[in-house]
C-alpha cells in the first residue's frame, strides 16, 4: 500500500514538471514554438526584468561601464530603464544591496522600498530654494518655542536636508559652517580681598592650618614642632601643644568629637583630646613623614598620606588600619574626603591623582593629566567637582569618574595649596608667596595677591603653605614661611564700578594635557 501512493506521488511531480515545460514554450495558437538561444535570452530578459528591477537601479562600477560599453540613459533619478523585448542582449550587475527595512508600523511601498539618490540639477534647485544663513538665523530666534541651537523652521525639515553638501554660487547650507569655538562666560564678580591682620608667634615655617566646627578658634601647625591653637577673632595664642618631635604638617579638628588629629614628619599621626589637652591615640604603621590627613564627615574614619607612597585609612576608636592605599609612585602629598563616592581623593608626586574605593581599597580611577607633581587638592562645597594644583597649571575634574572640566592657567608656580568657598572663590596659594584668586566656574583669575614677608625675615621665605576659609567664608587665612598667619577679609567699599572685571570672550582653550 505504501509502495503505491510512494509511486503515485512521483509520477504527479513528474507529470507537473512536463506540464510547466510544456507550456513555456507553447504559443498562443497551441502549436510548440522550437527552442532556440534568442527566444531562451528574451524569456530570461523579461524574467529578470520582473523579478529583480527593484534592485537594478544602483549605479555599475566604472570598469564595468567602460567594458560594457554605452548603457541605457538614466531618468532624472538615476534610474536606468530596461527594455523587455528589444531583440538584444541585456546585462545586469546587481551590487549586493537591499531595500530598507520596514519602520515599526510602517510597510514597504513602491516608494520606500528603492533608494532614489537626487541627481546634481534636482540637488541644485534644492539648494537655490533653501532660504539664505542669515534668514534661517532670524527664523531661529524668532521661532517661537524653538531653542538657542535649532529653530522649529529646522525641526521641521528632514534630517537628510540639513546633511547635504551643498552649493550655488554664494548661497551655503548653513549646516556646513563652522561651529564657533567656545568662549569664556561673563565671570561673576567678587570683591577684592585685601589683608587686615598678621599674627606672629610659631618659630619656623607655619606648614598647615585649620578652623574648629564652632569658628571661635583656629589650628595651625609648624616646623617648630609645636601646635598652636588661636582666637579667631582677636588673634590671640590660646594654646600650644608639644609632642611631636619634627615639623608638624598636618591639623584637622574633627566635627564629631571633641578631638584634634596631628600628623608630622616624625611619621606619628595622633588625636588629641581637647578636654585634657593630651594624646589620646596613637595611629602606627606610615614607614615615613605623614605630609596630609583629613576625616571622613559622616563615619569615624581618618586618612592619612605619607612620603612611603601610600594613603591609610583608620578607625579612629580602635586605631586599627583598615586599609593602605597602594598604587602611588613616589610620595602622596595630599588626600581629601567626602561622603559621595569616590570618597577618598590623592593627588602624588609621581603626578597623578587617584580616586579610591573606601570599602575596597582600592584605585577606581586614575588620572594622569599632569605634568608635574600634585601638591594640592580641594572639593567644592557645593558642586560635585574638585580641583588639583600643579606647577603646570590648576585643573578642574567632575566626579565621579574624573572628568576633565577645564584648566587654570597663569598661576606659574609650585603650588601648595588650594581652597574654595560656597561662593565659587578658588584660592591658590605659591611656593613664591604669591596667592591667586579664580573664579570657580569660568576659571577666570580676578586678583592676584603677593604679601610682603614679616620684618626680619628673607625675602626668599615668602612662601604659602596652606590656607583656609573660615566657617563663615568671610575671612582668608593663610599659613606662610615667614613664620606669620596672615589674616584677609573682603574689601567691603569696593563695587563692581571700582574694581570693574577685565573681562573678553576669549577662546577657551579646552587641553587635555
Keep these: 500500500m505504501v509502495e503505491e501512493v510512494q509511486k503515485h506521488s512521483v509520477h504527479t511531480l513528474v507529470f507537473r514538471s512536463l506540464k510547466r515545460t510544456h507550456d513555456m514554450f507553447v504559443a498562443d495558437n497551441g502549436k510548440p514554438v522550437p527552442l532556440d538561444e534568442e527566444s531562451h535570452k528574451r524569456k530570461m530578459a523579461i524574467k529578470l526584468h520582473n523579478e529583480y528591477g527593484p534592485v537594478l537601479h544602483m549605479p555599475t562600477s566604472k570598469e564595468n561601464l567602460k567594458e560594457k560599453g554605452p548603457q541605457n540613459a538614466p531618468d532624472s533619478y538615476g534610474q536606468k530603464q ?21 519602520g515599526p508600523g510602517v510597510a514597504l511601498t513602491a516608494d520606500t522600498k528603492v533608494q532614489r539618490m537626487p541627481s546634481e540639477s534636482a540637488a541644485q534647485s534644492l539648494a537655490v530654494a533653501l532660504p539664505s544663513p542669515q534668514a534661517r538665523s532670524d527664523t531661529n530666534r524668532t521661532a517661537p518655542g524653538g531653542n538657542e541651537y535649532r529653530g522649529a523652521s529646522e525641526r521641521s525639515q528632514p534630517a537628510g536636508v540639513n ?53 571661635q578658634w583656629f589650628v595651625t601647625g609648624s616646623a617648630d614642632r609645636t601646635i598652636k591653637i588661636w582666637d579667631l577673632a582677636s588673634g590671640k595664642l590660646k594654646l600650644s601643644l608639644t609632642g611631636h618631635i619634627s615639623t608638624v604638617r598636618g591639623v584637622i579638628v574633627s566635627t564629631r568629637s571633641p578631638y584634634l588629629f596631628s600628623c608630622g614628619e616624625d611619621k606619628q599621626v595622633k588625636c588629641w583630646d581637647l578636654e585634657y589637652n593630651k594624646v589620646i591615640r596613637h595611629y602606627h604603621g606610615h614607614l615615613s613623614a605623614v605630609y596630609g590627613l583629613d576625616l571622613h564627615p559622616t563615619i569615624d574614619v581618618l586618612v592619612t598620606c605619607s612620603r612611603d607612597s601610600t594613603a591609610r585609612i583608620w578607625d579612629v576608636r580602635t586605631k586599627a588600619s583598615v586599609h593602605t592605599l597602594s598604587g ?49 587638592v580641594v572639593l567644592h562645597p557645593r558642586h560635585y567637582t574638585f580641583a588639583s594644583g600643579s606647577p603646570d597649571n590648576i585643573k578642574q575634574w567632575k566626579f565621579p569618574d574624573g572628568s576633565f572640566i577645564q584648566n587654570l592657567s597663569g598661576h606659574n608656580a609650585i603650588i601648595n595649596t588650594l581652597t574654595v568657598n560656597s561662593d565659587g572663590v578658588l584660592v591658590s596659594g605659591a611656593d613664591n608667596g604669591t596667592m591667586h584668586l579664580w573664579d570657580w566656574r569660568t576659571g577666570y583669575n ?40 596672615k589674616v584677609y577679609r573682603e574689601d567691603d567699599t569696593a563695587t563692581e564700578e571700582t574694581h570693574p572685571v577685565s573681562w573678553k570672550p576669549e577662546i577657551i582653550k579646552r587641553k587635555r594635557f
Aim: glycine letters at 6%.
Design 82 to 102: 530596461y527594455p523587455a523585448s528589444q531583440g538584444q542582449e541585456v546585462e545586469y550587475v546587481v551590487t549586493g544591496t537591499h531595500p530598507y527595512p520596514p
Design 163 to 215: 546633511s547635504m553638501v551643498m552649493e550655488t554660487g554664494s548661497t551655503k547650507n548653513s549646516a556646513l559652517m563652522a561651529k564657533k569655538a567656545p568662549t569664556m562666560p561673563k565671570p561673576q564678580w567678587h570683591p577684592p580681598w585685601k589683608l587686615y591682620r598678621v599674627i606672629s608667634g610659631h618659630l619656623g615655617w607655619v606648614r598647615c592650618i585649620a578652623v574648629e566646627p564652632g569658628n
Design 328 to 376: 602611588h609612585t613616589n610620595a602622596v602629598a595630599t588626600v581629601r574626603c567626602q561622603a559621595a563616592e569616590p570618597q577618598i581623593i590623592t593627588g602624588s608626586h609621581d603626578t597623578t591623582i587617584r580616586l579610591w574605593d573606601l570599602v575596597a581599597g582600592k584605585t577606581r580611577v586614575t588620572l594622569t593629566n599632569h605634568k608635574k607633581s600634585v601638591r594640592a
Design 446 to 485: 580676578f586678583q592676584r595677591v603677593h604679601a610682603a614677608v614679616q620684618p626680619g625675615s628673607l625675602d626668599s621665605e615668602s612662601g604659602i603653605f596652606a590656607c583656609a576659609f573660615d566657617q563663615s567664608e568671610s575671612r582668608l587665612l593663610t599659613a606662610e614661611a615667614d613664620k606669620t598667619i
